[in-house]
């Protein structure tokens, strides 16, 4: 079936411009076009839409109003805010109800693959109802304005580590936090860092912001955790995970923008597990029993109960959030690397073999990490590194 996108901007010829401009995707798009957020709304009441794409200045209902309704009123809608540097404070005030920023001005190509890219993870969820509590999560916030102010801080031509240093210092909950974890095991510095300015130098902005990311990401949806859930443990799983992910990148020499990939696959692989624990806490109480009384997998009892897992939940969101597509990868198929059709080394085969070592923690050096996809390794050429990247799991990540 077609895809339906409801573009929305009060200015006629950009909304003829849009057209012309996404007249090649008539074959795969079906798209309406409004005038206004009052106009928008009439075509939701008379149809769905898969994604609405909104200017965040006009007047009447302005792109921040217009998508906060349709959070309310088609939660399952995924929806994305266009915004120029001017608009900024207004974009702040974004927060929650858009899914995804696109800069102004964008290409027809650059609009294409998000839109296409948002659809095709959504496909990844079969279930209606967990697709609207997706969807219904704040995004956000948990992608909070310390990590976005990083974010712009990153991409400036004069970024520096003072400015980083600076912003973090604004938050002293995250400045603690990030100061105990950058003196812990995890990353094994000889000195103790009590600076924030230190902190980013050794770090590096990348890692900054994916701890940064992971860190209010995980307070915030662990708030209402059903009971019985331990936070601390599922903390220092995702951590030992991040750990291992970056070392394996690290030893087969990849480049540093994967070393920061598998670390934030790491960090995030299991977000659906604390999704489903926090707004299905009742669906997911039934999934650890069948878990339980079947003895089944966490993954198979979550197919058997939801239709689908964890894995592709925590995917879902992230791609929603417009995370790099190699972090989105290394969540949906960290569980099943060969899912994702890469036939070389990406942050997935990290995640997927970081993650069973995590399990495993400081057993003996010798056994096989349980639920590692071999033939996956073989077919990649890899499957003698695994005694190399097991004996890289020798200091426990603190908690």
């Given at each position: 079936?077609?895809?339906?996108?409801?573009?929305?901007?009060?200015?006629?010829?950009?909304?003829?411009?849009?057209?012309?401009?996404?007249?090649?995707?008539?074959?795969?798009?079906?798209?309406?076009?409004?005038?206004?957020?009052?106009?928008?709304?009439?075509?939701?009441?008379?149809?769905?839409?898969?994604?609405?794409?909104?200017?965040?200045?006009?007047?009447?209902?302005?792109?921040?109003?217009?998508?906060?309704?349709?959070?309310?009123?088609?939660?399952?809608?995924?929806?994305?805010?266009?915004?120029?540097?001017?608009?900024?404070?207004?974009?702040?005030?974004?927060?929650?109800?858009?899914?995804?920023?696109?800069?102004?001005?964008?290409?027809?190509?650059?609009?294409?693959?998000?839109?296409?890219?948002?659809?095709?993870?959504?496909?990844?969820?079969?279930?209606?109802?967990?697709?609207?509590?997706?969807?219904?999560?704040?995004?956000?916030?948990?992608?909070?304005?310390?990590?976005?102010?990083?974010?712009?801080?990153?991409?400036?031509?004069?970024?520096?580590?003072?400015?980083?240093?600076?912003?973090?210092?604004?938050?002293?909950?995250?400045?603690?936090?990030?100061?105990?974890?950058?003196?812990?095991?995890?990353?094994?510095?000889?000195?103790?860092?009590?600076?924030?300015?230190?902190?980013?130098?050794?770090?590096?902005?990348?890692?900054?912001?994916?701890?940064v990311l992971s860190v209010q990401v995980?307070?915030?949806?662990?708030?209402?955790?059903?009971?019985?859930?331990?936070?601390?443990?599922?903390?220092?799983?995702?951590?030992?995970?991040?750990?291992?992910?970056?070392?394996?990148?690290?030893?087969?020499?990849?480049?540093?923008?994967?070393?920061?990939?598998?670390?934030?696959?790491?960090?995030?692989?299991?977000?659906?597990?604390?999704?489903?624990?926090?707004?299905?806490?009742?669906?997911?109480?039934?999934?650890?029993?069948?878990?339980?009384?079947?003895?089944?997998?966490?993954?198979?009892?979550?197919?058997?109960?939801?239709?689908?897992?964890?894995?592709?939940?925590?995917?879902?969101?992230?791609?929603?959030?417009?995370?790099?597509?190699?972090?989105?990868?290394?969540?949906?198929?960290?569980?099943?690397?060969?899912?994702?059709?890469?036939?070389?080394?990406?942050?997935?085969?990290?995640?997927?073999?970081?993650?069973?070592?995590?399990?495993?923690?400081?057993?003996?050096?010798?056994?096989?990490?349980?639920?590692?996809?071999?033939?996956?390794?073989?077919?990649?050429?890899?499957?003698?590194?695994?005694?190399?990247?097991?004996?890289?799991?020798?200091?426990?990540?603190?908690k």
């Amino acid at each position: 079936m077609k895809r339906r996108i409801l573009f929305v901007d009060d200015d006629p010829n950009l909304l003829q411009g849009l057209k012309r401009m996404l007249r090649s995707m008539r074959d795969e798009w079906e798209m309406e076009f409004a005038p206004g957020g009052h106009e928008a709304l009439a075509c939701l009441e008379r149809a769905a839409f898969d994604v609405v794409v909104s200017d965040v200045r006009m007047p009447m209902m302005n792109g921040v109003q217009l998508l906060t309704d349709i959070q309310s009123r088609y939660p399952q809608t995924i929806r994305i805010l266009l915004s120029g540097q001017a608009d900024q404070e207004m974009t702040m005030s974004a927060i929650g109800p858009a899914h995804q920023y696109l800069a102004k001005p964008y290409d027809a190509d650059e609009l294409k693959t998000t839109i296409d890219r948002v659809c095709t993870l959504g496909d990844l969820l079969g279930d209606e109802r967990l697709k609207q509590v997706v969807s219904q999560i704040e995004s956000m916030p948990v992608i909070p304005a310390l990590y976005l102010e990083l974010e712009e801080e990153l991409q400036s031509s004069d970024s520096s580590i003072a400015k980083a240093a600076a912003i973090i210092s604004k938050d002293v909950g995250m400045t603690a936090k990030i100061l105990k974890m950058v003196n812990s095991a995890f990353f094994g510095i000889p000195q103790s860092i009590s600076d924030p300015s230190q902190a980013v130098l050794f770090l590096g902005l990348d890692t900054l912001k994916t701890l940064v990311l992971s860190v209010q990401v995980f307070q915030q949806l662990g708030q209402n955790l059903v009971s019985g859930f331990s936070y601390e443990r599922f903390w220092h799983h995702s951590l030992s995970t991040g750990e291992h992910a970056q070392k394996i990148i690290k030893a087969e020499k990849g480049e540093p923008r994967m070393v920061g990939e598998a670390l934030a696959g790491g960090l995030l692989h299991d977000i659906g597990v604390l999704i489903l624990a926090s707004h299905l806490p009742e669906r997911y109480q039934e999934t650890l029993r069948l878990a339980e009384s079947h003895q089944l997998s966490r993954e198979d009892a979550e197919q058997e109960t939801l239709g689908t897992t964890h894995a592709e939940i925590g995917a879902y969101l992230l791609g929603i959030w417009g995370l790099n597509t190699p972090i989105v990868e290394a969540v949906a198929f960290h569980h099943h690397p060969a899912r994702s059709l890469l036939q070389t080394l990406a942050p997935v085969t990290a995640v997927h073999v970081a993650n069973a070592l995590a399990d495993i923690g400081e057993g003996p050096k010798e056994e096989v990490p349980p639920n590692i996809d071999l033939d996956y390794l073989a077919q990649l050429g890899l499957a003698d590194r695994l005694p190399v990247w097991r004996s890289l799991v020798e200091v426990p990540v603190e908690k």
